[in-house]
C-alpha cells in the first residue's frame, strides 16, 4: 500500500492532495511561491507530512506516484523571462513568426504593442535549402551556411537554438543535419529544437511559432524540474515525477522538459478532468465545468465525458502553441475583477486586483473593490474562516471601498456590491454562451460542474440565467485541480501531417506515419511504467475542404480507414451544416493519434450516511437579488449522501461555500457531491 | 413618451446580452458556412438595430462593413412598412439600396413584442465568393458597370413568416456559379433565425419596455461619450487631400478631398471636391463610404465606447450625389470598394492629424485587387486549377504615436487570417521564393511605419495572372512629420503591372515579383530614439545608410562583425545640423 499525491500550483496557493492506502483524501494548501515554485510545493508536502504525523521523508519514502502541475512555462511567458532564442530558417521566410498571418488581437486599437519577440530578426537567420509539397529535395541545405548560422547565433549571445524548415514535416532529413551541423560547431549549445519533432504537421506558421515556444521555456522547465525532482529525492521519493500537460494528461518529467511547450496551459487540466469524472458518477449528461478562483475563471466543455481539445489556432500569452491542448478559455479575472466608475455607470473587469495586491479585504495593499469585496459584504463569504483561517478577511475595508466607488453613482455601498454581483454574474452568463456557441453548445441542455475557491458562491446565478437544471458541487471542489492531476492518466496526443487529395492518398504512407506515430507513443509509454494492458490508441484522420485553413480530426478505428473518415467527414458537415458540400472531395491533412495510458482508479470511498445535520451557524446574506435573514450555514462534510435541504442554504467547507439560493433543492450523491436542482 | 424606468445596470446587462448575441450570430455563420473566407477568415458582421434599422450592438469582422447592414435594414423597413411578419428572413446586397458591393451579403429578421409591433432586427453581413456577372469571383475590376459585376437583390424575402419561398432560393441558385452559394446564405438565414429567437428571449426577460429603453440608453450613452471627446476637439475645419494612382483601366489620380469640420461636440465630414469625372472605374458606395468613415473616427476615440447609432448622431456626413464616393445608380463599385474606399480612412486621418496628431494612424491598406492565378493543367494532377491568391504579404502598416507598424496588414486591419505557403504549394503548382521584410520600406518617423516586403512565386507549369497594383505613386502617407512608406511595386515575368494586368502569360520557372510598400512613419525622424535606430539596424528594418539619411543617426562598426554601435556625438551633429 502506498501514497498518491497531487499537487497544483496556481496564482495565489499550491494545493496538494494527498490519497491514503485506504482511499481517503487530504488537503492542504501552501502560499504559492512564484520565484521558484519547488519551494512551495515542499512546504505544501510538509503539512501534508506533518498532518498526517509522520516525518516528510518517511511520507516520500511511501510515496508511489507524485503528479504535479506546474505553471512554470507560463510564467515564464508572461514575464518573458525564457531562453535566449534563436531561429534558423529556409531562406525567404525569415519573418514567418512575426507576420502571424495577420493575426492582430485588437483590430480596434492602432497602438497595439506588438507581441514581446521571442527571438528578434538579427537572431533570424536564414539558410539555403527548399523542399517541394511532395516532400521531395528541390534545394540541399547548404551546411557552410548552418554552420556560419550557429556560429553567428553563439556571437549573438543565443543559448537555445530552433530549426524550422519548410515542409520538413514531410522529409525531416535537412533539419536533423542541421541539427548535428549546429552541434558540431557549438556542441554546448543548451538545447536544440527541430520543428518537425515538436509539432511535425503543417502550416509553417504554426508549426515554426510552436517550436520557437519549445526553444524558449524548454531551458527553464528542464532546470526547474530538474531542481525539484533532486529536492523530491533527497526527502525519500523513488520513482518519476509525473507532470501534468495541456493535452489532459500526464508525461514523464523528462519528457515534459524536451518538449516543455506541451506544459503551458497545462494548469487547469486537472481540475477540468476532475470534474468531468464527478458528472459521470453523478450521472449528470454533457457539462459545463466552471473553475472560479480568487483570480480566475475557465470553463471547459465536456462531452461524453471528455474534455474539448483544441489544437492549430490556439493562442497563449500572445503565441500560437499550436499543440492540441485542452480548451479551457480563460474568461475573466473571477473574484479579483474589479468594480469602477466611469461616465456616471458602474463597471466590473476586465481588469483584475490578481492576487497582488488582491481584493481589498485581503489586506496585501488592494485599494480597488472586488467581486471578492462585494461577496463579503453581501455575507456570501465567511470572513473568519476564509481558506481554513489561512486568512482573515477586512470587511470594514471592502466597505470602505464599495462606498467610494458607489459615492459616485449615487449607491451605498450594499447597493454598490448587489449591483457588482449582478453585472459580474451577468458578464460571465455572457462570456459562457460565448464560449459554447463557438462549439455549437446549446447551454439549455447541459449541466455546470462549479468548483474553485469562488465556484460555489456563483454557479446557481449564473446556470439559472443560462437555463440549465442542475449544478454539481465536488466535495473536494477546493482542490479540484490538485485531485484530478492525481489521477490523471497518461496522454500523448500526436498528429504527422501528410497533405494529398483523399482520392490519390498512398495508404502505404498513411500506415507508415501511423506506426511511426504508435511505436514512439508506446515507447514513451514505457519509459512512464505504463503495462502494454493499459495502453488504449485512438486513432483519427485530419480532414478539410479544398480552401479551408483548419482541419477537423475525424474518429477512425483504424489509420488506414480513409474511405470510412471521409463518409464520417461528410455526414458531419452535412449534419452541422445543412450544406451542399458533396461537390467538393476533401483533402488529406495528416494522421493523429491520442494514446491513453490509463491509471487505475481507487474504488469509491464509503460515505457515512448517518452523519448527524445541524447548521453550523446563522449568516445575514444576499441571495438573488433581496437580503435574506438567518441563512444555515452547513458543513458540507457532515452532510450525507441521499440528504436533501431547501434553499435559501450554504454548504461550507474550509475552502469554498456552495450558495443555495431560495426553493432550489440540494441533494448528496452517492459520491458525497452536493447536487442542486434549480427552479425556473 | 414616459419617464425611461430604466437604470445604468440594468442597460448594461441588456446591451451586453446584445453583443452576445451578435456574437453567436457571427460564430453561427463561421461554424455552418461551407467557404473559406466566411468559416475562417472573419468576413462576417452581425448587427442587432432597432425598429427603424438605428444600430443598437454588433460584432464585428471588418471594420469598415461593420456599419453596412445599418442603410438596407432602415430600407426594408421604409419598403415593407406593415408587410412584415414574425419569421420574415430577408436578403439583400444592392449598393444602390444601402450596400457596400455585391458580394457582401445581408441577411436580417425582424423581431415583434407579444402586441405584434417591431421592436428589433436581427442581421448578419457576409461576404460571397461569386456574385453572377461576367466573371466568376465577384470581383469583375474591369466591369463597365453593375449590371456586367452581377445580380443585384435590393430586398428579397427569403423566408416568409417561416416558410422558405422556394422560388427565390432557385432564382438564387441559378444566378450564382458556386455551388456552396446556397449553403452558405442558409448559414446566414439560420444565424438571423438564431439571433431573432435569442432576442424574443431577452425581450421575455427583461419585457419589451425595458429593452426598447436599454437601446435608446446605450444609444445616448455612445452618442454622448463620443461627443464629448469631439467637445474636446479644436473649433475649425481640417482638411486633406488623397489619390489612388490610377483606376484599374488607367484613369490617373482618383481625387478624395475630405473637409472635417469641428464645431463644439459635433462634426460635419464634407466630401465635396472629391472626383467627380464620370468615366472612371472607381467608385466607393454612399454605404461603403460611411462605413470608412466611421471606421476611421472609431479609431480615433476610446476603443471602448460602444459601437452604435450614437456615433452618427454626432457626424453630419456630406457626400455630393455623383462625385466617386457616392455614385449614381449604375456604377460599377468593385474595385472602388476598396480604392477610393479605404482612402477615405487615409483623408481624415491626414486631416484629423492637424489638431489631434497623438491619435491619427490611417486604419487603410492599398490592396489593388486579389491576385488571381490560373491555369489549365496542374501537371501533379492534371486537372485546372484557380489560385485566389490570399497568401501572407506584408506591407502598408503604418506607425502609430508610441508603437512601430509592426506585424502584416492585409485587408482588413489584420482581421483576416491569410493563407500559407505550405498549404498553398499543395493546392497549386508554385513554389513561394519568400516573403521576407524589404530593409528600409518602413516610412520614416519618431516611430517607423512597417516594413513591405518581397514576395516571390514561381510558378512550375504555365499560368495566367490577374492583378492591380496601387499605391505606386501615392504611397501609404506618414503621419505628423512622418515619411510615407516606399511604393509598390509588381513585375509578372517580364511585365511591369501599372495599374493592372489581364490574363498575362508566365512561363513555367517564371517569377511573379511583388514588392509590397512599406507603412507610413508617425512624427519627426530626426526625433527617433537612437537607440532604436541602431537596433533596426541590427534587425536589418533599417540600413546602416537608411540609418543616417532618414534618422541622422551615425554609427559605428559592422553589422556582419556584430561590432555595430552608436556615435552618439556624430549623430548629435548631424541631427543639429539638420534642424
Redesign the interface.
Known amino acids: 500500500m502506498s501514497y498518491r499525491i497531487g499537487v497544483d500550483v496556481g496564482g495565489t496557493f499550491t494545493d496538494c492532495v494527498l490519497r491514503r492506502p485506504d482511499g481517503s483524501l487530504l488537503l492542504e494548501k501552501a502560499s504559492t511561491t512564484p520565484n521558484d515554485q519547488s519551494e512551495g510545493v515542499l512546504v505544501g508536502l510538509q503539512q501534508l507530512a506533518n498532518a498526517e504525523g509522520i516525518s516528510l521523508s518517511h511520507l516520500l519514502g511511501q510515496t508511489r506516484t507524485i503528479v504535479h502541475g506546474t505553471t512554470t512555462g507560463d510564467n515564464t511567458m508572461i514575464q518573458m523571462s525564457g531562453a535566449a532564442t534563436g531561429l534558423i530558417v529556409t ?6 513568426v ?7 488581437e ?9 507581441p514581446p519577440s521571442i527571438a ?3 537572431v533570424r537567420l536564414e539558410v539555403d535549402e ?1 523542399l ?3 516532400g521531395v529535395v ?1 534545394t540541399p541545405l547548404d551546411e557552410e551556411q548552418v554552420r556560419k548560422a550557429a556560429v ?1 547565433l553563439r ?2 549571445g543565443v543559448t537555445s537554438v530552433a530549426i524550422s524548415f ?2 520538413s514535416y514531410l522529409h525531416p532529413a535537412h533539419e536533423r543535419r542541421a541539427r548535428e551541423l549546429v552541434l558540431d560547431e557549438w556542441p554546448d549549445v543548451e538545447m536544440i529544437s527541430l520543428s518537425h519533432e515538436v509539432l511535425p504537421k ?4 504554426e508549426r515554426t511559432s510552436t517550436t520557437l515556444v519549445n526553444a524558449y521555456v524548454g531551458p527553464p522547465i528542464a532546470r526547474y524540474l530538474g531542481r525539484l525532482t533532486k529536492r523530491l529525492a533527497e526527502q525519500g521519493y523513488a520513482h518519476e515525477l509525473l507532470v501534468a500537460t495541456s493535452a489532459g494528461g500526464v508525461a514523464t518529467s523528462s519528457s515534459a522538459a524536451r518538449r516543455a511547450v506541451a506544459t503551458i496551459g497545462s494548469g487547469p487540466t486537472g481540475g477540468v478532468s476532475a470534474a468531468g469524472k464527478a458528472a459521470a458518477a453523478a450521472g449528470l449528461g454533457d457539462v459545463v465545468s466552471v473553475d472560479m478562483g480568487g483570480t480566475s475563471y475557465d470553463l471547459c466543455l465536456i462531452r461524453d465525458g471528455r474534455p474539448q481539445v483544441k489544437m492549430d ?1 490556439n493562442w497563449f500569452h500572445r503565441w500560437c502553441i499550436a499543440i492540441p491542448m485542452v480548451d479551457i478559455p480563460s474568461i475573466g479575472a473571477g473574484g479579483g475583477s474589479i468594480a469602477w466608475e466611469q ?5 466590473v473587469g476586465p481588469r483584475s486586483a490578481q492576487s497582488q495586491p488582491g481584493p481589498v479585504c485581503y489586506s496585501r495593499g488592494g485599494t480597488e473593490p472586488t467581486v471578492t469585496d462585494a461577496d463579503l459584504v453581501l455575507g456570501r463569504l465567511d470572513a473568519k474562516g476564509f481558506a481554513n483561517g489561512l486568512m482573515t478577511l477586512d470587511v470594514a475595508a471592502a466597505r470602505a471601498a464599495l462606498a467610494a466607488v458607489g459615492e459616485r ?1 449615487g449607491m451605498n455601498a450594499d447597493e454598490t456590491a448587489a ?1 457588482t454581483v ?2 459580474v454574474d ?2 460571465m452568463t ?1 462570456a459562457i ?2 464560449v459554447l ?2 462549439a ?1 453548445a446549446d447551454p439549455r441542455r447541459l449541466d455546470l460542474v462549479a468548483f474553485g475557491g469562488m465556484g460555489g458562491v456563483h454557479a446557481t446565478t449564473q446556470a439559472r440565467a443560462l437555463g440549465m437544471h442542475r449544478v454539481l458541487f465536488p466535495r473536494a471542489a477546493a482542490g479540484l485541480s490538485a485531485l484530478g492531476l492525481m489521477s490523471a492518466d497518461h496522454v500523448i496526443d500526436d498528429s504527422r501531417g501528410y ?3 483523399w482520392q ?1 492518398a498512398d495508404l502505404a504512407v498513411l500506415r507508415r506515419l501511423a506506426f511511426d506515430l504508435e511505436s514512439s507513443a508506446r515507447a514513451e509509454l514505457a519509459v512512464a511504467g505504463v503495462t502494454e494492458d493499459r495502453i488504449e490508441l485512438e486513432w483519427s484522420l485530419l480532414l478539410v ?6 482541419d477537423a480530426a475525424i474518429p477512425v478505428d483504424l489509420p488506414s480507414d480513409l474511405e470510412g473518415a471521409v463518409a464520417e467527414f461528410h455526414r458531419r ?1 452535412a449534419e ?6 458533396r ?2 472531395e476533401p ?1 488529406l491533412r495528416g494522421v493523429r493519434l491520442k494514446a491513453i495510458g490509463r491509471v487505475s482508479q481507487p474504488a469509491p470511498l464509503e460515505l457515512d450516511t448517518a452523519a448527524d445535520l445541524q447548521p453550523i451557524k446563522h449568516r445575514r446574506m444576499w441571495l438573488d437579488n433581496a437580503w435574506h435573514d438567518d441563512v444555515p450555514v452547513y458543513d458540507l462534510a457532515t452532510f450525507p449522501p441521499g440528504a436533501k435541504l431547501t434553499g435559501p442554504v450554504a454548504l461550507q467547507t474550509p475552502f469554498t461555500t456552495l450558495l443555495v439560493s431560495p426553493k432550489d433543492v440540494v441533494t448528496c450523491t452517492p459520491g458525497g457531491d452536493a447536487l442542486v436542482e434549480l427552479r425556473h | 413618451m414616459a419617464e425611461p424606468l430604466i437604470d445604468a445596470v440594468t442597460a448594461t446587462v441588456i446591451r451586453s446580452a446584445m453583443e452576445t448575441i451578435c456574437f453567436e450570430m457571427a460564430t453561427y455563420v463561421s461554424r455552418t458556412a461551407t467557404t473559406p473566407i466566411l468559416n475562417q477568415s472573419n468576413e462576417r458582421n452581425a448587427t442587432i438595430l432597432d425598429a427603424t434599422g438605428r444600430l443598437a450592438a454588433l460584432s464585428v469582422g471588418i471594420p469598415q462593413f461593420m456599419l453596412s447592414s445599418t442603410l438596407p435594414v432602415k430600407f426594408a423597413s421604409e419598403f415593407f412598412e406593415g408587410e412584415l411578419y414574425p419569421g420574415d428572413v430577408i436578403i439583400a446586397n444592392d449598393p444602390y439600396h444601402g450596400g457596400g458591393h455585391l458580394p457582401d451579403v445581408n441577411v436580417f429578421s425582424p423581431v415583434f413584442d407579444d402586441e405584434g409591433s417591431l421592436v428589433l432586427f436581427a442581421s448578419i453581413q457576409c461576404h460571397h465568393g461569386d456574385t453572377g456577372g461576367a466573371m466568376a469571383g465577384g470581383y469583375n475590376v474591369f466591369a463597365k458597370d453593375i449590371w456586367s459585376e452581377g445580380v443585384r437583390y435590393p430586398l428579397l424575402k427569403v423566408i416568409e413568416a417561416g416558410r422558405e419561398r422556394r422560388d427565390v432560393v432557385l432564382m438564387m441558385r441559378a444566378n450564382n456559379r458556386l455551388p456552396g452559394f446556397i449553403g452558405d446564405l442558409r448559414s446566414q438565414v439560420g444565424a438571423a433565425q438564431l439571433g431573432a429567437q435569442r432576442l424574443q428571449e431577452v425581450i421575455a426577460e427583461h419585457g419589451v419596455r425595458m429593452v426598447r429603453e436599454a437601446v435608446e440608453w446605450s444609444i445616448d450613452d455612445a452618442a454622448k461619450r463620443f461627443s464629448d471627446e469631439i467637445a474636446g476637439w479644436q473649433d475649425g475645419t481640417y482638411e486633406a487631400d488623397v489619390y489612388v494612382d490610377s483606376d484599374p483601366v488607367g484613369n490617373k489620380d482618383i481625387h478624395v478631398h475630405v473637409a472635417v469640420t469641428v464645431t463644439g461636440n459635433r462634426l460635419i465630414i464634407d466630401f465635396e471636391g472629391s472626383d467627380t469625372r464620370q468615366d472612371i472605374s472607381a467608385w466607393s458606395t454612399f454605404g461603403n463610404t460611411r462605413g470608412n468613415v466611421v471606421a476611421q473616427l472609431a479609431s480615433l476615440v476610446d476603443p471602448s465606447i460602444p459601437k452604435n447609432e450614437g456615433f452618427f448622431d454626432c457626424i453630419d456626413l456630406r457626400v455630393p450625389l455623383g462625385c466617386c464616393l457616392n455614385p449614381r445608380e449604375g456604377k460599377p463599385v468593385s474595385s472602388g470598394t476598396h480604392h477610393p474606399g479605404v482612402e477615405v480612412g487615409d483623408a481624415i486621418a491626414i486631416a484629423m492629424s492637424q489638431i489631434m496628431p497623438d491619435r491619427c494612424c490611417p486604419q487603410s491598406y492599398k490592396f489593388g485587387s486579389p491576385r488571381q492565378m490560373w491555369g489549365d493543367v496542374d501537371p501533379r494532377s492534371g486537372q485546372p486549377f484557380f489560385d485566389h491568391g490570399g497568401e501572407v504579404s506584408a506591407g502598408w502598416v503604418s506607425a502609430a504615436k508610441g508603437v512601430d507598424g509592426w506585424g502584416a496588414l492585409s485587408a482588413s486591419n489584420g482581421n483576416l487570417i491569410k493563407a500559407s505557403a505550405e498549404i498553398n504549394e499543395q493546392l497549386f503548382p508554385h513554389l513561394l521564393r519568400g516573403r521576407n521584410y524589404l530593409t528600409d520600406s518602413g516610412g520614416p518617423g519618431q516611430w517607423r511605419g512597417g516594413c513591405g516586403s518581397l514576395f516571390v512565386k514561381e510558378v512550375r507549369t504555365p499560368t495566367r495572372v490577374n492583378q492591380y497594383v496601387v499605391n505606386q505613386r501615392h504611397t501609404h502617407p506618414g503621419i505628423a512629420g512622418g515619411s510615407n512608406g516606399s511604393p509598390d511595386h509588381c513585375t509578372v515575368g517580364t511585365t511591369v503591372v501599372n495599374p493592372a494586368v489581364s490574363g498575362v502569360l508566365l512561363d513555367t520557372g517564371e517569377q511573379l515579383v511583388y514588392r509590397f510598400g512599406g507603412g507610413g512613419g508617425w512624427g519627426n525622424p530626426l526625433l527617433r530614439d537612437p537607440q532604436a535606430v541602431l537596433d533596426d539596424v541590427w534587425d536589418e528594418y533599417v540600413s546602416v545608410g537608411g540609418a543616417l539619411r532618414d534618422y541622422g543617426v551615425v554609427l559605428t562598426g559592422s553589422l556582419e562583425e556584430l561590432t555595430l554601435g552608436l556615435d552618439d556625438e556624430a549623430t548629435e551633429r548631424e541631427r543639429k545640423a539638420r534642424r
Request: aromatic fraction near 10%.
Open positions: 531562406r525567404g521566410f525569415r519573418d514567418e512575426e507576420f502571424r498571418r495577420c493575426y492582430k485588437d483590430i480596434w486599437d492602432p497602438s497595439l504593442p506588438p528578434r530578426r538579427r527548399r517541394t509539397a511532395e528541390e553567428r556571437g549573438l519548410l515542409h503543417p502550416p509553417e506558421f489556432w461616465g456616471g455607470v458602474l463597471h453613482l449591483a449582478r453585472l451577468a458578464h455572457d454562451r460565448r456557441s463557438l455549437g497533405i494529398s487529395g490519390k475542404y479544398p480552401g479551408q485553413t483548419f458537415n452541422a451544416r445543412l450544406i451542399e458540400a461537390a467538393q483533402m
